[in-house]
Structure formats: structure tokens, C-alpha cells
């Protein structure tokens, strides 16, 4: 049964449910289990779920016309290069995204070739993975900061464990390294770059 030549149902519904259903269930062990309970950020989880989404079915929708590999591959770049003007994403953000948007295209992407064993396992491994880096080994970020420091005299590279004891005091942070930026000396002042690590939990 159709209507202006558009079927109202056809079989292709069942694969695109169940290969929905999978991409939810990874996306959500992705972007609610690992990124947000890492991060704590959730400025990204309405983002990364809505963009999951629209890549999936953009990508059924696109796979009904046997498009190749080729192009598959084009709207993956054009989806990673994705960047918003207010506001410049983190590496870790970019990363997360550039996951997000290739589970999606594998996922809608799955044909004949592929079995859902496959496709299972290769969203496991993904999983797997993050899991492994972020709640395994707990690897430390270094962040930095810029800070205006006024007292010029402790920026001479003799006084590099005084101005560092002076910052850490000042920040109560532990600082693994310091750099020095642009020095005024009409104010007396420069700004100097400090890098620390944080572990993220």
C-alpha cells in the first residue's frame, strides 16, 4: 500500500529499528555512562544525542540509495569538521564528538556484508576502549592557565623555584611547569602561563 508511489511500510523498518535500537544503546553508554560521569560536563549530552540521531537516520536514509564508501566517508569528514562559533570545544569534547558521529555512521551503514555480530562487536570495542582509558588508567590532563603576575623581579630565570612557590601559594595548585608570556615593564607586570594536571573523575 503506498501513496503518490511512497510504500506507508516496508521490511527495510525492522533493520532500521533494531540498528536504532543499537545505536541508542551505545550512544547512551558513551555520552550518559562514560563522557558525562567523566567530564560532569553536560553542557554536550543534549548535543551529542541529537547529533547521534540525525547521523543515524541521515545515514539509513542516504544508504537507500547504495551510496559507496566514497561518500560515506566524505559526510564522516564534513560531520567531524564540525566546530560552534561561540564557543571552541575541548579536545576531549571534539574527541567524544568525532565517536559519537562514527558510531552513528557505522551503525546505519550495516548492509548484507556485515553482520550484526559485527557491528556489535565493533561498538563494544569502541566502548571498551574508553572504558579502559578513562576508568582503567586514569590518565592525568594537564590544563593551563594565564595569570597576570605583578611581582616582576621573580621572573629572571634565577628566581624560577620563587616564582613558582610564590604561584603555587597564591593558586594552591601544583604546578608540573610555568611559562613566561609577554612581560610590560612599564606596569610591571607579565603574563605567565601555568600548566598543572587535574584527574578527572
Known sequence: MDFLN???FDDDFYKLSFLFAINIVFLTLIIRWLYYSVTGN????????????IVFFLCFTLKKYKLDIGLA?????IFGIIRYRTDTLAIKDMTYLFVVIGV??????????????????GNVVIVAAIV????VWHLKHQIHKD????NIENIKPENYDLLKADL???????INKLTIGKIDFLKDSAVIRIFHY???S
Open 168 to 174: 603555587e601559594n597564591r593558586t594552591g595548585l601544583v
Open 198 to 200: 587535574t584527574t578527572e
Open 132 to 135: 579502559i582509558i578513562e576508568k
Open 104 to 121: 552513528s555512521i557505522m551503525n546505519a551503514f550495516v548492509n548484507k556484508k556485515m553482520s550484526y555480530f559485527e557491528v556489535i562487536f
Open 6 to 8: 511512497i510504500p506507508f
Open 42 to 53: 553536560k553542557d554536550y549530552v543534549f548535543t551529542y544525542y541529537l547529533i547521534g540521531i
Open 73 to 77: 566517508l566524505g559526510l564522516f569528514a
Open 147 to 150: 595569570i597576570v603576575y605583578e
